[in-house]
């Protein structure tokens, strides 16, 4: 039982680049989500999905993209990089909890992180 | 704009002491949870209290809420070197549609020396 693996762990970019961060949880949690961790500023939600097919714009969402194909994986797309998209990303998932009017989620299970550095 | 404040930004204690940390947050909510970070490391979920309970304990780990002044607290007792962490607190607010998702605040850097 992984978790919630993220890869790749390290990436340095060019202004302008792409690339795509992969996340994957064999936990079946319907919930998933991205985060950005940037010193004296928290996590800041980016995306996140309810459930496959589904995501949903967060707190920080401009200049990036998600995917929820498949249950399980959840993708970030970084289309044409910038120096402020320097930033520790992590990646989230959780389970939703059932027989409630409103949904809420319980605790959330992190990767590990990717280091990302757009020079 | 984040949810959650800690207070304070950095703690540091000696090994054994208790070490106490606050959280204010703006809105109502749902629930806050905790959530503590090694260096380099991702988060790891410590501990979720509702928003009808007022107090919690995880082994050493004791967590209060107050609705009415919108505030948490986290008390780790006979601190260890092993407890050294950034320390989170997230909430989740129903009310504004965010029953699925968290907010986290900026953070306690605890240092627990030997």
């Known amino acids: 039982n992984a978790g919630v693996t993220q890869t790749p762990k390290f990436r340095v970019l060019k202004t302008g680049q792409s690339m795509t961060l992969l996340c994957a949880q064999d936990?079946?949690?319907?919930?998933m989500y991205w985060y950005r961790q940037d010193p004296g500023m928290g996590l800041r939600l980016i995306h996140y999905?309810?459930?496959?097919?589904?995501?949903a714009k967060g707190e920080v969402p401009d200049g990036y993209n998600v995917s929820r194909l498949k249950k399980q994986n959840f993708l970030l797309g970084l289309e044409s990089a910038a120096p402020s998209q320097t930033s520790v990303y992590f990646c989230?998932?959780?389970?939703?909890?059932?027989?409630?009017?409103?949904?809420?989620?319980?605790?959330?299970?992190f990767g590990s992180g990717t280091q990302l550095s757009v020079l | 704009s984040q949810q959650g404040e800690e207070d304070p930004q950095a703690l540091s204690i000696q090994e054994g002491e208790n070490a106490t940390m606050n959280c204010s947050y703006k809105?109502?909510?749902?629930?806050l949870q905790w959530y503590r970070q090694n260096s380099g490391r991702g988060l790891v979920h410590l501990i979720l209290?509702?928003?009808?309970?007022r107090e919690k304990h995880s082994g050493r780990l004791r967590v209060t809420l107050d609705t009415s002044k919108k505030s948490s607290s986290l008390l780790i007792t006979a601190s260890r070197a092993a407890d050294t962490a950034s320390y989170f607190c997230?909430?989740?607010?129903?009310?504004?549609?965010?029953?699925?998702?968290?907010?986290f605040g900026t953070g306690t850097q605890l240092k627990v020396e030997l």
């Open positions: 989230a998932s959780s389970y939703y909890r059932p027989g409630q009017i409103i949904a809420t989620n319980e605790k959330l299970f």
């Open positions: 936990m079946n949690h319907e919930y």
């Open positions: 999905s309810v459930g496959e097919g589904t995501t």
């Open positions: 809105t109502s909510i749902n629930n």
């Open positions: 209290i509702r928003s009808n309970e």
């Open positions: 997230a909430t989740t607010n129903i009310f504004t549609g965010g029953g699925n998702k968290l907010t």
